[in-house]
């Protein structure tokens, strides 16, 4: 499949406890509660969302994002029920050079269970084996040590920083890099 393809059908995964599916308008309240959640927020990048209209506006953006073919998020449930625990993507193509941005967000209930680990491991297979991307790149906060934890169970190697990168809160703040070769990964039966 190219990544064309994966534009013309939105590509749904499962795994054994998962499935992750294209976001819909009426997963608004459950993203609110990952989005609003301070904690949860703390190293994302943006303010929490203080309203169900801001995350009605963030569900809207990525649905733009996947029509002008620039982004894919997957919103990730249980397989035996429908609801919204979290999300992953893929963003910031660079398909002429076969690279690809990651991100992820977990509802904070679900923190510690393995289920980013689980939907990572399916998006990151997806990437490699049916994207035929070479390169999956993720940027966090340092102080993030869950999502540095995660990414290096994944297999990601840290690779940097860039000082001062971007502006939030009347700060400047660093971003730290990692990626991940197709050729370091090895999929689910690690």
């Given at each position: ?25 009426d997963d ?37 994002g996947y ?124």
């Amino acid at each position: 499949m190219t990544i064309e393809a994966a534009f013309t059908h939105f590509p749904a995964l499962t795994t054994h406890r998962l499935r992750l599916r294209q976001i819909r308008q009426d997963d608004a309240e459950a993203f609110f509660a990952i989005f609003s959640d301070e904690e949860a927020m703390r190293y994302y990048g943006q303010a929490p969302h203080r309203t169900l209209d801001k995350t009605r506006e963030w569900i809207t953006e990525i649905e733009t994002g996947y029509a002008e073919r620039r982004a894919i998020r997957w919103g990730v449930t249980f397989a035996d029920r429908d609801e919204i625990i979290g999300s992953c993507s893929f963003h910031n193509f660079a398909s002429h050079w076969r690279c690809v941005e990651t991100g992820y967000d977990l509802n904070r209930a679900y923190w510690g269970r393995g289920v980013m680990t689980e939907a990572m491991t399916a998006v990151l297979t997806y990437g490699f084996t049916t994207l035929e991307m070479h390169r999956i790149e993720a940027v966090i906060d340092i102080l993030n040590v869950r999502s540095k934890a995660l990414l290096e169970r994944l297999g990601f190697t840290y690779e940097g920083n860039l000082r001062q990168r971007y502006y939030m809160e009347g700060n400047f703040e660093d971003e730290y890099y990692f990626g991940l070769l197709k050729h370091e990964w090895h999929s689910p039966a690690r």
